[in-house]
């Protein structure tokens, strides 16, 4: 189910702006920096993943996986 939304228009201080936009480009650059590696299948299996988050507190944590 879609969540209803509605756009707001807000003052917000110069800086905060600033800092906002270069935000969002890192986050984009990160985003295709991502997609490159999935297209060149540099990836780590989802059950890897998974086996280290669930190590992650307990007694024997896992190293973080590597590709």
């Known amino acids: 189910m879609a969540t209803k939304t509605r756009v707001l228009t807000a003052h917000v201080p110069l800086a905060l ?3 906002v ?3 969002e480009e890192e986050r984009h650059g990160m985003t295709l920096q991502a997609l490159e590696d999935v297209r060149a299948s ?3 299996d989802r ?3 998974r086996a280290w ?3 992650l507190g307990t007694d024997e ?3 973080p996986p590597a590709r």
């Open 17 to 19: 702006a600033a800092w």
């Open 53 to 55: 988050a669930d190590s």
């Open 42 to 44: 540099r990836v780590i």
């Open 21 to 23: 936009d270069q935000e």
């Open 61 to 63: 944590p896992l190293f």
């Open 47 to 49: 059950h890897v993943i």
